[in-house]
């Protein structure tokens, strides 16, 4: 085994707690006796940080210019369902979240919707767990300069609406095109 790849914690994310090396975001759900769930979601923060433009990884106010990190079938509607982050926190979130850094090719094979509905916490942005066991999407980091809070008529969830005149950049998160099996890590 490797040693799993914990990177520097930039200034602005250095009074956040950290897990295994990792830091904790802000939106990350916690179960009744006080652990962090990876990948899993308070939606309270959620709603709050989308509705105020707080940060989803420090919980701070955004600035005038954000990222999102999204799916490439949400970049296609322009819809975020997760909050935006500041680009020094979007830019440690593509490099030490499991997911965002393609460390895990597939979601995860059990449903967590159902134990995480009575904890009231959604699966990471699935609130139907729709994804569940299915095939990793690529996800794409975009900068923009703001965006619209609304109820998605999809999902009944609050999002993030990007309009294009805000789009700034698009860019692949880089992911191990050929991971080594052996390198692969779970944070959990
Ligand atoms: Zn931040």
Redesign the pocket.
């Known amino acids: 085994m490797t040693t799993p790849n914990t990177p520097d914690i930039p200034l ?1 994310l250095a009074g956040r707690p950290t897990v295994g090396g990792l830091v904790v975001p802000w939106i990350t759900g916690r179960t009744p006796d006080g652990r962090y769930r990876f990948g899993a979601v308070d939606l309270h923060r959620q709603n709050r940080a989308l509705t105020d433009r707080l ?1 989803q ?2 919980g ?1 106010q955004l600035g005038a210019r954000m990222v999102f990190a999204l799916r490439d079938s949400d970049l296609r509607l322009l819809v975020s369902p997760e909050p935006g ?2 680009p ?2 979007a830019a440690y979130s593509a490099t030490a979240c499991p997911m965002l850094a393609g460390r895990m090719s597939h979601y995860r094979s059990t449903s967590l919707a159902g134990q995480l509905a009575d904890l009231g916490v959604l699966a990471h942005g699935d609130p139907a767990s729709l994804r569940a066991g299915a095939l990793a999407e690529p996800w794409q980091l975009v900068w923009v300069t703001g965006y619209r809070p609304f109820t998605n008529p999809l999902t009944a969830q609050l999002a993030a609406l990007l309009l294009p005149e805000q789009i700034l950049r698009v860019r692949p998160i880089d992911t191990p095109s050929n991971p080594n099996p052996g390198t692969e890590t779970n944070p959990e």
């Open positions: 602005q940060c990884t420090c701070v982050m500041h020094v926190c």
